[in-house]
């Protein structure tokens, strides 16, 4: 099901970063369409170490033709394309200090909250549901009247991909860790781009949740009280998306947005 794009198409513009076992380029693709050349802006991924088993089907056959190589064999390249979405990472966004409103944060959660809907509906887990996985699409200007969009990106490796080498492999990934990783994000939005036990080391967080230890919480209750009952630490308890978008859009129409709708950034 993979739709094949001859190198040759693909410009390599700058580095936009590394990943444990990617490297992130902008680029731009060529196509010719009804005679006329026409040239998008991609976000290419590229796979510096092929795993056995990740994207079995598809790299299985590409990882044979890597393992060998002859002047009579083509060479092979594992790199995802990727639409380019413009403002890149939310939590880059944030950190920068783009300063946004409750109420452009909620529109963001909202979005994310209808798209880890869409994939419980598939029953599909996205597995890595975080500030740097979401991204901005268009920032949204209030004195416009138009609001940001967002788009989540691929989860990358999985992290049980990752058990075998850097992390411990979740057993069972469930639609329910999305949950919990939902209000991790939202939680991750209020506070500016910054993650959990930001700066922790492993043990520091591994005992936070062992004891299951909750985020500090939002001065806002009712935003505190959502993301909670997201990270449950009892999964079946956990909010079913229905009722998380419901909770949103509580909180959008709910009077603290207008009491802090012009919130200075550095709360
Ligand atoms: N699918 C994607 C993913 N990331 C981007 C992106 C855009 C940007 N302006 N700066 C970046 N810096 C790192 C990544 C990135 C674009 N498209």
Redesign the pocket.
């Known amino acids: 099901q993979f739709h094949m794009i001859k190198c040759e198409d693909l410009k390599w513009a700058e580095c ?2 590394q990943g444990s076992f990617t490297r ?1 380029f ?1 680029g731009y693709k060529t196509d010719i369409r009804d005679g006329e050349k026409h040239v998008t802006d991609v ?1 290419l ?1 590229e796979l510096d170490v092929v795993h056995k088993n990740c994207w079995e089907s598809f790299f299985e056959a590409a990882s044979l033709m890597s393992q060998i190589s002859h002047k009579h064999l083509p060479g092979v390249k594992n790199i995802m394309v ?8 939310l939590d ?1 966004y944030l950190k920068r200090g783009g300063s946004v409103s409750v109420s452009w944060k909620l529109d963001v959660a909202k979005q994310l909250a209808s798209a880890l809907n869409f994939l419980e509906e598939k029953n599909i887990v996205h597995g890595n549901i975080c500030g740097k996985n979401l ?1 901005l699409a268009r920032e949204g200007d209030p004195s416009q009247g138009s609001s940001p969009f967002i ?1 989540l ?1 691929d989860p990358g490796i999985s992290v049980a991909m990752l058990g075998k080498n850097v992390l411990e492999a979740p057993d069972n990934l469930t639609l329910e860790c999305d949950k919990w990783s939902f209000g991790a994000t939202v939680w991750e939005i209020f506070n500016n781009g910054n993650t959990p036990l930001q700066g922790c080391d492993l043990d520091k967080k591994r005992q936070f949740y062992e004891s299951f230890k909750q985020l500090p919480p939002s001065q806002w209750t009712e935003l505190a009280d959502l993301v909670s009952q997201c990270m449950d630490y009892q999964a079946a308890f956990r909010p079913s998306c229905r009722s998380i978008i419901r909770q949103l859009n509580s909180l959008i129409t709910s009077d603290y947005v207008i009491l802090h709708a012009t919130e200075p950034v550095a709360q």
């Open positions: 936009l970063g992130i902008k976000f991924k990727q639409e380019f979405v413009k403002y890149g990472a880059l991204l788009k990106s």
